[in-house]
Nanobody, 121 residues
Framework: QVQLVESGGGLVQTGGSLTLSCAVS????????MGWYRQAPGKEREFVAGISWTGGTTYYADSVKGRFNISRDNAKKTMYLQMDSLKPEDTGGYYC??????????????WGQGTQVTGSS
């Protein structure tokens, strides 16, 4: 079994930056793509960004292109989401996801518990 634990959420002003981390533990011999999803209050969970096992392929939702950057360090078993130029609409719970072999905008079977990002104007 694989466990994913997010950290780094918080309150940030519009235009500010924040970096989220996702630590992977458990059965980590599997090589899988990972991604970030978010869920705003009253809305469905949506895809934000994805990254392949090697990190060579990334995929972003149109709403965050040019502002967010996803990366991973497999030696540290950690994935990151650098968020710049934050907007109030970026507010929500951010969830780490993994388990698929390819980078696609749909979730794999592993989920973290989420970390809250709150944007203030």
């Amino acid at each position: 079994q694989v466990q994913l634990v997010e950290s780094g959420g918080g309150l940030v002003q519009t235009g500010g930056s924040l970096t989220l981390s996702c630590a992977v533990s458990g059965r980590t011999d599997d090589t899988f793509a990972m991604g970030w999803y978010r869920q705003a209050p009253g809305k469905e969970r949506e895809f934000v960004a994805g990254i392949s096992w090697t990190g060579g392929t990334t995929y972003y939702a149109d709403s965050v292109k040019g502002r967010f950057n996803i990366s991973r360090d497999n030696a540290k078993k950690t994935m990151y989401l650098q968020m710049d130029s934050l907007k109030p609409e970026d507010t929500g719970g951010y969830y780490c996801n993994g388990g698929l072999r390819t980078v696609v905008p749909r979730p794999g079977k592993y989920w973290g518990q989420g970390t809250q990002v709150t944007g203030s104007s």
